[in-house]
């Protein structure tokens, strides 16, 4: 019973801290191009346009020292589930088509610098989704839960396991990368007012989501999600309310529970002219 506890608290544990792991996302050459190529035409929208679709995703999944998985099918099925139940209102679903593993232990501890185009060459399909369950993943020097290419990049996403749990949104979060989704809180693009007055051109080029200050994800579930970080203004002086329930933030599992209906239509208008090949 006592083995039966500690294996359970290191569980929790485990994805707790995950949970707060923070993704790799960051737009290279060839993406950001292809973004400025692009021609939005979803703003104004207030209801979610479905195409439905089903894709395909080939799965690889790094075998540690001793040829474990620690990451087996019924857990790929949960996180495909998951996937699909959060993109479900857009009508794009995903499916398994291939899972293979991969035995050269070293890659499990992933080093992007190190190991991603070794893996690439050995262990990718094109015109698909390529999706890479990793023990641990360290992206230019920073250990994240998981990072994908946007539109323009590579067909890929880099995932860590324990990232890849029944509750976490992570995979999504990844995904939604995957088809154009920018950070709640990026400001690449210049920093979104309070008041959406800029909000085509800045913040995460989302309207109907609120403008985010917060990098770290302060909110705490136990009162509520309600946001507890800086007291922060913006540029005119009006204080941020930050979206602690979009799956596109730094903010707990616990908190995250949608995409908005603009960011669902983002994602079809960029599958539909960027990622149109992938089946």
């Given at each position: 019973?006592?083995?039966?506890?500690?294996?359970?608290?290191?569980?929790?544990?485990?994805?707790?801290?995950?949970?707060?792991?923070?993704?790799g996302?960051?737009?290279?050459?060839?993406?950001?191009?292809?973004?400025?190529?692009?021609?939005?035409?979803?703003?104004?929208?207030?209801?979610?346009?479905?195409?439905?679709?089903?894709?395909?995703?080939?799965?690889?999944?790094?075998?540690?020292?001793?040829?474990?998985?620690?990451?087996?099918?019924?857990?790929?099925?949960?996180?495909?589930?998951?996937?699909?139940?959060?993109?479900?209102?857009?009508?794009?679903?995903?499916?398994?088509?291939?899972?293979?593993?991969?035995?050269?232990?070293?890659?499990?501890?992933?080093?992007?610098?190190?190991?991603?185009?070794?893996?690439?060459?050995?262990?990718?399909?094109?015109?698909?989704?390529?999706?890479?369950?990793?023990?641990?993943?360290?992206?230019?020097?920073?250990?994240?839960?998981?990072?994908?290419?946007?539109?323009?990049?590579?067909?890929?996403?880099?995932?860590?396991?324990?990232?890849?749990?029944?509750?976490d949104?992570?995979?999504?979060?990844?995904?939604?990368?995957?088809?154009?989704?920018?950070?709640?809180?990026e400001?690449?693009?210049?920093?979104?007012?309070?008041?959406?007055?800029?909000?085509?051109?800045?913040?995460?080029?989302?309207?109907?989501?609120?403008?985010?200050?917060?990098?770290?994800?302060?909110?705490n579930?136990?009162?509520?999600?309600?946001?507890?970080?800086?007291?922060?203004?913006?540029?005119?002086?009006?204080?941020?309310?930050?979206?602690?329930?979009?799956?596109?933030?730094?903010?707990?599992?616990?908190?995250?529970c949608?995409?908005?209906?603009?960011q669902?239509?983002?994602m079809?208008?960029?599958?539909?002219q960027?990622?149109?090949?992938?089946?």
């Amino acid at each position: 019973m006592n083995k039966l506890w500690a294996s359970l608290f290191c569980a929790m544990l485990f994805t707790s801290l995950s949970a707060q792991t923070k993704c790799g996302h960051k737009l290279g050459g060839a993406e950001i191009e292809a973004q400025l190529q692009y021609i939005p035409g979803y703003f104004g929208c207030n209801y979610i346009e479905r195409f439905d679709r089903v894709l395909q995703i080939n799965a690889f999944i790094g075998l540690d020292s001793a040829s474990n998985t620690v990451f087996d099918i019924p857990q790929l099925e949960a996180a495909i589930e998951q996937l699909n139940e959060d993109f479900e209102p857009c009508g794009l679903q995903f499916e398994v088509c291939k899972t293979t593993y991969i035995p050269n232990f070293q890659y499990n501890s992933f080093i992007n610098i190190e190991h991603e185009d070794q893996v690439t060459v050995e262990y990718y399909e094109p015109n698909t989704i390529n999706i890479y369950f990793f023990q641990s993943i360290l992206r230019n020097g920073e250990s994240v839960c998981g990072y994908a290419y946007f539109p323009g990049g590579k067909d890929q996403i880099f995932m860590e396991k324990g990232c890849s749990v029944p509750g976490d949104h992570s995979l999504s979060h990844e995904m939604g990368h995957f088809f154009g989704l920018h950070h709640t809180f990026e400001t690449d693009f210049g920093e979104e007012l309070v008041d959406g007055s800029n909000c085509e051109t800045a913040g995460d080029l989302i309207c109907d989501t609120p403008a985010d200050p917060d990098p770290e994800g302060n909110a705490n579930p136990d009162i509520g999600c309600q946001y507890t970080g800086p007291i922060t203004l913006d540029a005119n002086n009006d204080w941020y309310i930050p979206p602690v329930d979009n799956y596109m933030s730094y903010y707990p599992s616990d908190c995250t529970c949608r995409f908005t209906p603009q960011q669902y239509n983002r994602m079809l208008d960029q599958y539909h002219q960027l990622r149109n090949y992938l089946w």
